[in-house]
């Protein structure tokens, strides 16, 4: 089984920092999860400044489940109203927000044969155009 990469290594809180205009973004390695129905194992990073959370990265593999990024990125468009493809960012990306919550941009891969989820959740007010490169780095990293 490959190990899925520390989330925090493929994205800096510079990066973070710089796409939404604060200074002094730290990140520290978040929850880690299984989830036995889509036996998806997912880690996480948590971007702060000043004390408050300002997102967080999540990269999820997808061991012996023989999902496609493109049905990963179809569960998501049925599941969240308003979801809109983003292109250039993966085999597939999507950004939906949940007004007056959060934002989230995931973007599906196979990596090294295991499909993978990478996905960035910050702020409401934070737009495609803010996290699409944040999530691009993260994936290519990968």
Do not use: H, W
């Not at 880690?32 to 990269?59: E, R, Y």
């Not at 998501?76 to 983003?86: C, M």
């Not at 973007?107 to 910050?122: D, E, R, S």
């Amino acid at each position: 089984m490959v190990e899925v990469k520390e989330p925090c290594s493929l994205l800096s809180g510079e990066a973070v920092g710089k796409a939404i205009s604060v200074e002094g973004v730290t990140s520290k390695p978040g929850p880690s999860q299984t989830d036995p129905v889509n036996k998806g194992q997912s880690k996480t990073c948590v971007f702060s400044s000043g004390g408050n959370d300002v997102g967080a990265l999540a990269a999820t593999r997808y061991e012996g489940n023989k999902v496609t990024p493109a049905q990963m990125i179809g569960a998501i468009k049925t599941n969240k109203a308003g979801a809109v493809e983003v292109p250039g960012v993966g085999e597939g990306a999507v950004y939906y927000s949940e007004p007056g919550k959060t934002a989230t941009l995931a973007a599906a891969k196979v990596v090294g044969g295991v499909p993978t989820l990478i996905n960035y959740t910050g702020p409401a007010k934070m737009t495609q155009e803010m996290m699409t490169p944040l999530v691009k780095q993260a994936v290519d990293a990968q």
